[in-house]
């Protein structure tokens, strides 16, 4: 099956500085990603869809400048967490779309997630 | 928007079947899904039902679909200690998670 990475898998980071978490589609190209935010013991939270080329669409309530999405290729979806809060610290989750199973049940393939922590 | 429930904990002893529930409120879906998020980690999609399905069996998992009562429902047979973990149902089009339901299963 496809695959989709995350990196880094843990960061720590300081209050007011910024972080950047890259999602890479590994064997297909993505011309959608997603990033997703899970609170402990919540569920995921879809942040925004990201399109490659084109400006992201965010979810109601998510502040697009805080949380700046790249998508500059279609395998390489960077989400970047700016001036970042200890509120920030959660479990950010990208998927990629593979456009060559559009329609299809496997259309989405998830990244193992990266953990960040604001201190 | 639409809504995805599901209770959030269960703990079975080993060997036991566990049942996990989800109700739903789209009812466009035509496939809902259900995945296992072990800590730490991402999500694995486990089956799927289409929505013009009853049931569908897939080893030890049953999937059990009441499109009138908008309920779905993940089976697992002889439950074991590897299949301990975060369980999500969710919805197609918005991929709309349910709050997951934490399967303990105990020896």
């Known amino acids: 099956g496809a695959v989709v990475s995350q990196h880094p898998s843990r960061v720590i980071c300081k209050s007011g500085t910024s972080v950047k978490i890259e999602c890479r589609s590994l064997d297909f190209q993505a011309t959608t990603m997603f990033w997703y935010r899970q609170f402990p013991k919540q569920s995921l939270m879809l942040m925004a869809t990201s399109n490659e080329g084109s400006k992201a669409t965010y979810e109601q309530g998510v502040e697009k400048d805080k949380f700046l999405i790249n998508h500059a290729s279609l395998t390489l979806s960077t989400l970047t967490v700016t001036s970042a809060h200890p509120e920030d610290s959660s479990f950010y989750i990208c998927?990629?779309?593979?456009?060559?199973?559009?329609?299809?049940?496997?259309?989405?393939?998830f990244g193992p997630g990266t953990r960040l922590t604001v201190t | 928007g639409e809504d995805v429930e599901q209770s959030l904990f269960l703990s079975v002893r080993e060997g036991d079947s566990s049942v996990i529930n989800c109700t739903y409120t789209?009812?466009?879906?035509?496939?809902l899904y259900w995945y296992k998020q072990e800590p730490g980690a991402g999500l694995q999609l486990l089956t799927y039902i289409f929505s013009n399905m009853d049931m569908k069996q897939d080893q030890r998992l049953t999937v059990l679909l009441n499109k009138k009562d908008k309920h779905l429902s993940l089976r697992i047979a002889d439950t074991q200690t590897g299949d301990s973990a975060i369980y999500f149902c969710?919805?197609?089009?918005?991929?709309?998670f349910g709050s997951g339901t934490q399967l303990t299963v105990l020896p």
């Open positions: 969710a919805e197609e089009r918005q991929l709309t």
């Open positions: 998927s990629a779309r593979d456009p060559a199973r559009q329609g299809s049940i496997y259309e989405q393939y």
């Open positions: 789209d009812s466009s879906s035509t496939y």
